[in-house]
């Protein structure tokens, strides 16, 4: 067994499709028959069940699939674990990160990281916290970077970082003075799925606040770029409007119990120990 035939497999059952494998793993059609038959050949059993629509596991093939995630896992490790005794940081590290994380720490992060170990190649996947969660679930990202919080068990959450939220308006706006103030406003949120969207509903819910209307923006920027405009309230992390506070664009709505605390977190599938390269990231973060 080879480790490209091992990986066109995994891609085969995440793609579910022989065409976007080829694409993905940069192959011809051909040769990612010619993987999987061999694979089939060597373990004596079928990993797929074929139809003119559909493409499905066996039994074997889902028990197969399980297998090939922890072998790929492990490989990577020993990798990572040669490149050490060398005293070489090299490879390849995919991240999934939340947007507050992936465009206001991230960056700086890997700049630095980089400026150390220029050997070390980095792909980066950006969503919702759901969504990264999955991603580190399924295998398609190494590690995770988010801001929110989870009930899955196959992972586990690691802070690394506290951050504040707070409230804020458009540097033209008139401060509210009150929670009064702010029955009835129109929000500028994130989506559900959301760390930020999870704080949102807390600082609502934990202060009595009556919502007038929202907008929701599955970005940060979206929704900074709103606010400047008038066209309401929003929370936000410190971490994300340093600029537009400098340049009083925007402004916090300071008083008694109107901020969120809460805490960035690494996600790793449960019973991984990170790797050299994924202890590096986590050192410059």
């Not at 003119?52 to 028990?63: I, N, V």
Request: glycine share 6%.
């Amino acid at each position: 067994m080879h480790m490209d035939e091992l990986e066109t497999f995994i891609t085969l059952v995440q793609e579910k499709n022989f065409t976007k494998t080829a694409v993905k793993r940069s192959l011809s059609q051909p040769t990612v028959s010619v993987h999987i038959r061999n694979l089939e050949k060597e373990f004596s059993t079928s990993f797929f069940k074929r139809t003119t629509k559909q493409l499905s596991l066996t039994a074997e093939g889902a028990f197969f699939y399980e297998q090939a995630l922890q072998i790929k896992a492990l490989y990577q490790h020993t990798q990572e674990t040669l490149y050490q005794k060398k005293k070489q940081a090299a490879g390849f590290i995919r991240i999934g990160t939340s947007f507050t994380i992936g465009e206001y720490i991230l960056p700086q992060a890997i700049a630095k990281l980089r400026a150390d170990h220029p050997q070390i190649d980095f792909s980066i996947t950006m969503g919702n916290t759901n969504s990264v969660i999955d991603a580190v679930r399924s295998f398609d990202v190494d590690i995770g970077l988010v801001e929110g919080q989870t009930s899955s068990k196959e992972v586990s959450l690691t802070p690394f970082k506290d951050d504040q939220l707070q409230v804020v308006c458009s540097g033209e706006s008139t401060l509210p003075r009150s929670i009064e103030d702010l029955h009835d406003q129109t929000w500028v949120i994130r989506e559900v799925g959301s760390g930020t969207r999870y704080s949102f509903d807390h600082l609502i819910q934990s202060n009595n606040i009556r919502i007038g209307s929202t907008i929701v923006f599955s970005s940060t920027h979206g929704i900074k770029e709103s606010v400047k405009n008038n066209l309401g309230l929003a929370l936000l992390s410190e971490a994300t409007m340093k600029e537009e506070l400098h340049q009083k664009s925007l402004q916090i709505i300071d008083f008694d119990g109107l901020s969120e605390k809460r805490q960035f977190s690494y996600v790793l599938t449960k019973g991984t120990v990170p790797g050299r390269n994924i202890e590096l990231l986590l050192g410059y973060l």
